[in-house]
């Protein structure tokens, strides 16, 4: 024992040594590796406060201009005082039709200190109102713009990137926003807004100003610079971009001098710590080479041992080879299953992934590229003709509610195996995919020998009836489905699947059909001939003071839409204009007839506009919740005094017409009411004041006397209670838009 003692020392010394040394290597790698985790949790913590910051910026500006636009559209919708410019009737009445209209546009500039400059275009005589000037377009220094929105399809555009555009003193660089009125029509003209990038410099300027360190770049949607404080390429970035503006911003923090050194030493972290890794690889590697051949000279024996004694074995008891080869090839099945999997599950993904960006275009795919891609994905290439349908579930939100997650894919899953195998008996192969939850996209592939000339249209809404028909025998929902039209060449399969979309979108106008191609679209006119926001305001206004009359405004407000031939969403947003502006009026009824019941109708008719298939189903639904609410107002009206007061009042009114003397005085001395009392009961329960409720009647008078007598305008003046004939012809037109001969002259032309 003393003899080994000496051996003992120096085999621990030799172990606490080497492992010391790999110990003195390990401390700086976790020393080093805890800074790097600080700085990814520094870097990702100025991300996270610059995401923010920009965001709140780019919300703040996304105001702003939201402001902007709002005050426009309201103008547009609800004051006369503007749109007296666009109007015929008013043409030679230059006080009305320029001089007003200047007016506004100068206090619309007062209230917003952004806006640079505001015109208005008129389009049956091409001339350009501005705050200072009336203008033929010929003449006018900013007319491009006008011309490039009357060449422009769509009635709603964003606001624009920079351009270099009018102003009363020089050409800027401006921010624009087009504006067409009626909003839903454009047939009248164009309101132009703009804002210098100025003005939105300065305001981002004013909101940064304090922050030393904050760098800030502001992007519109073409990409151009609005604004820059940026100095140092390398601060910390985020980038937010708004839906609405179509803007970005870029937003950072300036780094210290401790942050460079960290960020600097973070680029080659990598390589620092494989560096420390190999270190201790070899440390380890070296020390246990060492220290352990003692160790692998009694392993060797070991296994020297066990081979004889397994030869041994064998000789005694046989080796079952078979069983070796047979483990061995289930191990290998088993591998090559696995990968099988993997590889079918990538396809899968593949394909849904190319399907996508090949109906929304988002890359232009040649014909040879098409059949390459197809070969790689698996499925056949040799195809000419192709026609895309779109399938929509009707009612998703019942349907979501119906069944459970499983129940919706399996159903989901039924529908596109029926797509399938209807297809397949029409002698036609199709590749269909769900684009979203409630909608289901289907590439119809004709073969190049299969097409049978112009009847392609009608074969394609067979297989879509057919498929409709399926769905009412066996499924408890329903679908509709829209069909694009057939184009010859894989890279225009994206028109096809966007006049898939319209037809779908324009469904609702063309009545209960589940079925729509885009060819329909074509032979029907999409020129919208009416505005139904004009009878709007007569429907809230007679709703609102309890007159039945409300139910003609409304009656004419859908009759206007079913002529004027409106997309899905565009009835909606009507609807839900009526529902907001009737909102608004409700608010101002005594407290005793608002509440919290009339706040649950309001839900009521909101969930009705987001909630219909057909046109005929929305106009039914508003009308019978409409009708509940004005029952539910009336009866708790016919309990209080003051509603039955002012309706006496407005009987007398309608009967006492002509009499020039009326007045809240006359009305005051007659009911024994004070005449403070008299005007806030017609403001509260009628919803508009004495003055404008005669003006109203005298005004419908003298349209039945204008209509069918031959009378002069001076002897119904006299008749309706007006004593002097330009005060009658000031309150007609403002009431109508027409001066009493040109009513005339109207219904004239009508009878």
Request: net charge negative; proline share 3%.
């Amino acid at each position: 024992m003393k003899a080994a003692l000496p051996f003992a020392k120096t085999w621990l010394h030799r172990w606490t040594l080497s492992y010391i040394l790999i110990f003195l290597i390990l401390i700086p790698l976790l020393m080093f590796s805890l800074l790097m985790a600080f700085n990814d949790v520094s870097q990702k913590t100025a991300a996270e406060s610059n995401r923010i910051f920009a965001g709140q910026l780019l919300q703040s500006l996304e105001n702003e201009l939201q402001l902007i636009d709002n005050l426009v559209s309201n103008e547009i919708a609800a004051d006369d005082t503007m749109m007296d410019f666009f109007k015929k009737g008013l043409r030679e009445e230059r006080f009305y039709s320029s001089v007003m209209p200047g007016v506004k546009l100068k206090n619309m500039m007062t209230a917003m200190p952004l806006i640079e400059s505001i015109y208005l275009y008129r389009t049956y005589d091409a001339t350009v109102l501005t705050p200072l000037s009336v203008t033929p377009l010929e003449e006018f220094s900013d007319k491009q713009i006008i011309i490039e929105a009357l060449a422009e399809p769509s009635l709603n555009r964003p606001w624009m990137s920079i351009r270099r555009g009018f102003t009363e003193q020089e050409p800027r660089e401006l921010l624009s926003l087009i504006k067409y009125t009626p909003l839903f029509t454009g047939t009248d003209g164009v309101i132009v807004v703009n804002v210098k990038t100025e003005s939105v410099a300065r305001l981002v300027q004013s909101m940064t100003g304090s922050l030393e360190n904050q760098q800030v770049s502001l992007f519109d949607r073409g990409g151009s610079l609005l604004y820059s404080n940026a100095l140092d390429s390398s601060f910390v970035q985020s980038t937010s971009a708004s839906d609405y503006l179509g803007w970005s911003i870029q937003s950072g923090v300036a780094n210290g001098h401790l942050f460079r050194i960290v960020t600097a030493l973070s680029k080659y972290s990598i390589l620092i710590l494989l560096g420390f890794c190999l270190l201790g690889v070899l440390g380890i590697v070296f020390v246990s080479r060492r220290n352990l051949q003692p160790v692998q000279s009694m392993i060797d024996r070991i296994q020297q041992y066990t081979e004889k004694k397994s030869a041994e074995l064998f000789r005694k008891e046989g080796h079952d080879e078979f069983k070796f080869i047979e483990s061995a090839l289930e191990h290998l099945l088993e591998q090559a299953g696995d990968y099988q999997k993997q590889q079918d599950e990538n396809l899968f993904f593949r394909r849904k992934t190319f399907f996508h960006e090949w109906l929304e275009g988002v890359q232009t795919i040649q014909p040879d590229d098409w059949q390459e891609e197809m070969r790689k994905l698996k499925l056949p290439h040799e195809y000419g003709p192709f026609f895309v349908s779109v399938i929509k579930i009707n009612r998703y939100s019942t349907f979501n509610h119906a069944y459970s997650r499983r129940d919706q894919n399996l159903l989901k899953f039924v529908l596109s195996g029926v797509v399938k195998e209807t297809a397949e008996l029409a002698e036609t192969r199709v590749w269909a995919e769900w684009t979203g939850s409630e909608q289901l996209a289907v590439v119809h592939m004709l073969p190049p020998s299969g097409r049978e000339g112009p009847d392609h249209e009608g074969r394609a809404k067979e297989v879509a009836e057919e498929l409709i028909r399926w769905v009412q025998d066996h499924l408890h929902f329903t679908v509709s489905i829209g069909i694009g039209t057939c184009v010859e060449a894989a890279d225009q399969v994206h028109e096809s699947y966007m006049e898939a979309i319209e037809a779908l979108a324009y469904m609702p106008s063309l009545g209960t059909e589940p079925v729509v191609g885009y060819w329909q679209l074509a032979t029907i006119s999409r020129l919208k001939s009416g505005n139904p926001l004009q009878f709007v305001r007569d429907l809230v206004i007679a709703f609102r003071a309890g007159d039945d009359s409300w139910e003609d405004s409304y009656d004419r407000m859908f009759s206007d839409i079913r002529d004027g031939f409106y997309s899905r969403e565009e009835v909606s947003s009507l609807a839900g204009c009526m529902v907001f502006f009737l909102q608004k009026e409700l608010a101002n009824l005594p407290a005793e007839l608002s509440g919290e019941w009339l706040q649950e109708r309001i839900v009521g008719l909101e969930e009705a506009v987001n909630q219909w298939e057909t046109l005929e189903e929305l106009e039914r639904e508003l009308r019978g919740r409409l009708f509940g609410m004005a029952q539910g107002i009336a009866e708790m009206r016919v309990n209080k005094g003051n509603f039955r007061l002012v309706q006496d009042m407005k009987v007398y009114l309608e009967e006492h017409y002509a009499n020039p003397d009326l007045s809240l005085q006359h009305l005051s001395d007659t009911f024994g009411v004070h005449v403070k009392t008299v005007s806030r009961l017609f403001k509260d329960e009628l919803g508009i004041n004495f003055t404008e409720q005669l003006s109203k009647i005298r005004v419908e008078r003298a349209k039945e006397l204008l209509s069918f007598t031959g009378e002069s305008v001076q002897d119904i003046t006299a008749r309706v209670g007006y004593l002097h004939p330009n005060t009658f012809i000031r309150v007609f037109k403002k009431l109508t838009g027409l001066t009493p001969g040109d009513f005339r002259r109207q219904e004239q032309v009508k009878g």
